[in-house]
């Protein structure tokens, strides 16, 4: 079987976003063979005891992390008003980056919150020891840059954060959940990739555990907004692609097809998320 390690993942601690049960999605990632598993919440490690305990508990490597904000402020703590955030995902390899995460979800929470607990690149470029950073989602600055066609703003971001977090500890960050936004910026992340050497690594952004799960996240999302089902223009993600899925269906991916194997990295199982391929 070939070996996959969810890396992009929200549970419920992602408050009325990510509906990953903790229990529950251990003993599914259990069921699929997956070694495993990380924890990136929006924001926030409340979770974390709570997820190794459940790990540890039925034999799944726990990987922590987070899905942070990122404002474009030079200062997280200067007037946020008119300032913007980015998706950035980061994982801790070690107790070193285990601290560094605790320091910095607790600098965003404390002195950077503005509507989401927001930290500047200058902060993160201070303390990325033991961390591993992930370019994010379509919601992250360098997928923002290549859906409106500015290739070589994406490469001048993704050259900042390799600088940030050291060579070998930056990975360009792939997903297909079925959206054409996607798709489109494929091409240009491979390309990405080669002018850069900077390894892509094929994510699923799980935000519940199954596929028959997502009518129930979409109540969940109802309750975030205030929205209605019955609304047809209510928030809802674009598909229902969203879940904890198996290695042969990542495999299967086109992204996940397409990325490179690293079986020698000293951190192959964090962060090579299709091996094989």
């Known amino acids: 079987m070939a070996e996959f390690v969810h890396l992009h993942l929200h549970t419920d601690y992602s408050l009325l976003d990510g509906a990953c049960e903790i229990e529950r999605l251990m ?19 409340y979770g974390a005891v709570h997820f190794f305990e459940a790990a540890k508990k039925h034999s799944i490597k726990p990987i922590l992390g987070c899905e942070l ?24 390899e070690n107790e070193e980056g285990y601290r560094n995460l605790v320091r910095i979800t607790s600098e965003a929470s404390l002195h950077g919150f503005y509507r989401k607990p927001r930290i500047s690149k200058k902060y993160l470029a201070e303390h990325p020891g033991g961390l591993i950073g992930f370019s994010g989602c379509l919601a992250g600055e360098l997928c923002g840059h290549l859906m409106v066609g500015n290739y070589e703003k994406a490469r001048s971001t993704a050259k ?19 959206l054409e936004e996607e798709k489109r910026i494929q091409p240009d992340l491979f390309r990405l990739e080669r002018d850069l050497g900077i390894p892509l690594i094929a994510t699923n952004d799980s935000n519940y555990v199954a596929a028959g799960d997502s009518h129930s996240h979409e ?47 000293r951190r192959a199982v964090h962060t090579e998320a299709a091996k094989g391929g």
């Open 219 to 265: 109540l969940l999302l109802c309750v975030q907004t205030a929205g209605s089902m019955h609304d047809p223009k209510r928030f809802r993600f674009a598909s229902d692609q969203f879940y904890v899925k198996s290695s042969e269906e990542m495999l299967q991916l086109p992204c996940s097809r397409g990325c490179r194997s690293d079986d020698g990295d």
């Open 27 to 45: 003993s599914h990632v259990g069921t699929l063979g997956q070694r495993s598993v990380a924890m990136t919440d929006h924001g926030n490690i």
């Open 69 to 92: 904000y990122v404002c474009q402020n030079e200062d997280h703590r200067a007037d946020p008003h008119g300032d913007d955030h980015h998706h950035f995902l980061v994982l801790a």
């Open 160 to 178: 900042q954060y390799e600088d940030i977090f050291g060579r070998g500890n930056f990975f360009l960050e792939i997903q297909d959940q079925g």
